[in-house]
């Protein structure tokens, strides 16, 4: 939620000059033809300012309207976890649950806000629910995997399967996955790849 970004801007030689000899930090000059630049600077003095006026600065960020749209959504989610007239529940994140039976026809709609999507049913045989963000899902039809961090693409080029995320419920049991990433660089304003393994 730290708004001091730094400016990006398009200037010419006459404004180039203006922000170098002010007291601003230049993180990149990169020029576009004879007289226009793209330079990223940042002003030193803005962090000062916000302590010296008590932070009653405008940063049009409100951290207080983000925690209370997650608090809301824990809250509304609170009634499917620990209710014994609802089937076993297996998962649940911030906006969906996964159960082992069907749920009462009054808490699903795929048009009324605060009710729950039905988005399909799984064969409880074939589930894995490893970690938060990382699942596997299947049916007859089609299978899921969720891994955090990991892009479907990985997925699938490192041939992860239902069993294989099983073999991980069994103590001591990992896999080794490499995974492409394509990283956009502000400062240096270049695109670049890296390869992260993950366990």
Do not use: C
């Not at 922000?19 to 000062?48: D, R």
């Not at 409100?62 to 009634?79: K, L, P, T």
């Not at 992860?160 to 995320?165: A, C, P």
């Amino acid at each position: 939620m730290n708004d001091e970004f730094d400016i990006l801007e398009i200037v010419d030689q006459e404004e180039l000059l203006e922000i170098e000899s002010g007291s601003y930090n230049i993180s990149e000059v990169k020029p576009l033809n004879e007289n226009k630049f793209l330079v990223s600077y940042s002003n030193p003095e803005s962090k000062t300012l916000t302590l010296m006026d008590g932070n009653k600065e405008t940063h049009n960020i409100n951290i207080s309207v983000a925690a209370a749209v997650s608090s809301y959504a824990r809250i509304h989610m609170s009634q499917f976890k620990n209710n014994k007239d609802l089937p076993n529940l297996y998962y649940t994140d911030t906006d969906s649950t996964y159960f082992d039976g069907p749920l009462p026809d009054s808490f699903i709609s795929s048009t009324i806000l605060g009710k729950l999507k039905l988005d399909g049913i799984y064969d409880s045989q074939a589930t894995v629910f490893l970690a938060p963000k990382v699942y596997a899902l299947k049916n007859q039809e089609t299978e899921i995997i969720k891994i955090k961090g990991l892009s479907k693409d990985s997925i699938l080029i490192n041939n992860i399967n239902i069993e294989i995320l099983d073999q991980l419920l069994h103590q001591n049991s990992q896999i080794k996955v490499n995974q492409d990433k394509w990283l956009l660089s502000f400062g240096l304003l270049d695109l670049y790849r890296k390869e992260l393994s993950i366990f």
